[in-house]
């Protein structure tokens, strides 16, 4: 069964530094989205991109994130600047759905942790 | 206000036993979707069932069945004979049609099934 693919499983980062969470969605999937979820918490949306662009962003999405597909596959997650208060489990997902008149599942990678220090 | 509430935080139940988990979901929207992820300990979230507002006829599939409620905006989940392998948290999540396709959470119920 195809499946949503996270790369690295754990990242340990500096505060202040830069990192890039990749993920590679689904092939034939059309829409992608992160979420994250704080250590013991709820997860919560980040952005969802469609069509090569940010089709939706929640308000913890701000000027230090940012998503990009470069290619045909793959589909990555930018964060700037670090804080501590980055740490979290950052899930990918991916959908098929077409229009908004769907209630296709999104299917979730099994997460990067990132751990800032 | 919480769009998703899952006031049940934990579960404990012994092997066998069917458990109910609960959920109540809070939208203006006629059309939204619901749904049930899985998250065992291991980390990943698993897509288990799926409802549309608009179709409230409920489901058994296997030993997971659910009871879809408009009338009190609950969307409950149950697990017949219960199985060690089933520990995990669960979540329910909301899609509204006019929220786009962001899914929202509920904080998650733990349950633990004890052998």
């Known amino acids: 069964e195809p499946e949503v693919t996270q790369t690295p499983s754990h990242q340990v980062t500096q505060m202040g530094q830069e990192v890039i969470l990749r993920c590679v969605p689904i092939s034939n999937h059309l829409y992608f989205y992160w979420y994250r979820q704080i250590l013991g918490q709820k997860v919560e949306f980040l952005v969802s991109?469609?069509?090569?662009?940010?089709?939706?962003k929640s308000e913890i999405f701000d000027d230090q994130f940012s998503v990009e597909r470069p290619d045909g596959s793959n589909f990555t997650l930018k964060i700037r600047s670090t804080k501590l208060e980055d740490s979290a489990m950052y899930f990918c997902?991916?959908?098929?759905?077409?229009?908004?008149?769907?209630?296709?599942?999104?299917?979730f990678g099994d997460g990067t942790r990132l751990s800032i220090l | 206000a919480q769009k998703v509430t899952q006031a049940q935080t934990e579960i404990s139940v012994v092997e066998k036993e069917d458990v109910t988990l609960d959920c109540v979901y809070e939208?203006?929207?006629?059309?939204?979707?619901l749904f049930w992820y899985k998250q065992p300990p291991s980390g990943e979230l698993v897509f288990l069932i799926r409802r549309n507002s608009f179709d409230e006829q409920n489901e058994i599939s296997g030993r997971y069945s659910w009871n879809f409620q408009k009338s009190t905006s609950s969307f409950n989940f149950t697990i017949t004979a219960s199985q060690v392998v089933d520990s995990a948290v669960y979540f329910c999540?909301?899609?509204?049609?006019?929220?786009?396709?962001?899914?929202?959470f509920g904080e998650g119920t733990q349950l633990t099934v004890n052998p």
């Open positions: 939208t203006r929207d006629t059309t939204y979707y």
């Open positions: 997902a991916s959908s098929d759905q077409v229009g908004i008149n769907s209630n296709q599942p999104q299917h």
């Open positions: 999540a909301l899609r509204e049609e006019t929220s786009g396709s962001r899914l929202t």
């Open positions: 991109f469609y069509n090569n662009e940010i089709s939706e």
